[in-house]
């Protein structure tokens, strides 16, 4: 866990690469990785999507996002990891319609992505050595107007000053007009014994929406 903390952005690629697909579904098992479930239940709670909607799942792993949408009649499913191999093993499993491999954050985002999507969902990227807070403005940038953007995070990155900047970051997308937040709450995440990257903790979620009429 030493490596993880220590590890600069643009290496994490190659460190999910290194980790067989299976070692980091046990992993997010271990550590109650629970944002999945807590961004599934606003989804269906606060949107009117269809399965037809565009969705865009950003650092989607193995999937297990996918899957959860899937579940749900979700069809139009898109991905992107900075891992290779975890986008190979997503589309392996079935649940999505593209998936690729890039770094979010880092003017990347593919032209064809731009505008596209009803809804971006984010989950378990919004840490240290992950995604840095400029891929924030990539998620809202993939969105229609009047798509949602749902996502969660540990709540300490949330606070204001974090060196992070996420707070920073939603705070001026939203003072220049480009989403409108509509629900925050909190939640527990993590377990009792093991390393303190993981012990309980509270999380929070947002709901947000861009400005303007869904298409």
């Known amino acids: 866990m030493d490596r993880f903390r220590s590890m600069p952005a643009e290496n994490i690629g190659s460190f999910y690469d290194s980790m067989k697909p299976e070692v980091y579904d046990e992993m997010v098992r271990l550590i109650n990785a629970t944002e999945s479930e807590q961004i599934l239940a606003k989804i269906l709670e606060r949107t009117d999507l269809h399965a037809d909607s565009e969705i865009y799942d950003v650092g989607c792993g193995t999937g297990l996002m996918g899957r959860l949408l899937h579940e749900q009649g979700f ?19 079935g649940h999505y319609r593209n ?12 032209k064809e992505r731009l ?10 990227v919004w840490v240290p050595n992950h995604m840095p807070a400029k891929a924030i403005i990539d998620c809202v940038d993939a969105l229609k107007e009047g798509g949602y953007f749902i996502t969660a995070m540990r709540s300490y ?27 925050t709450g909190k939640f527990m ?15 929070m979620y947002f709901v947000a929406r861009k400005p303007g009429p869904p298409q």
């Not at 898109?78 to 290779?84: I, K, L, N, R, V």
């Not at 998936?99 to 593919?110: D, V």
């Not at 505008?115 to 378990?124: E, I, N, Q």
């Not at 377990?191 to 903790?201: K, S, T």
């Open 75 to 93: 069809q139009q499913i898109d991905g992107m990891d900075a891992s290779e191999q975890f986008v190979s093993e997503a589309m392996r499993r």
């Open 99 to 110: 998936c690729e491999s890039f770094y979010l954050g880092e003017k990347q985002l593919p």
């Open 115 to 124: 505008g596209r999507y009803d809804l971006v969902t984010a989950h378990g």
């Open 157 to 183: 990155l949330w606070e204001k000053g974090d060196s992070n900047g996420y707070r920073d970051m939603i705070d001026a997308v939203v003072e220049e007009g480009k989403l409108s937040i509509l629900e």
């Open 189 to 203: 995440r993590g377990v009792e014994g093991g390393n303190d990257m993981f012990a309980p903790q509270e999380s």
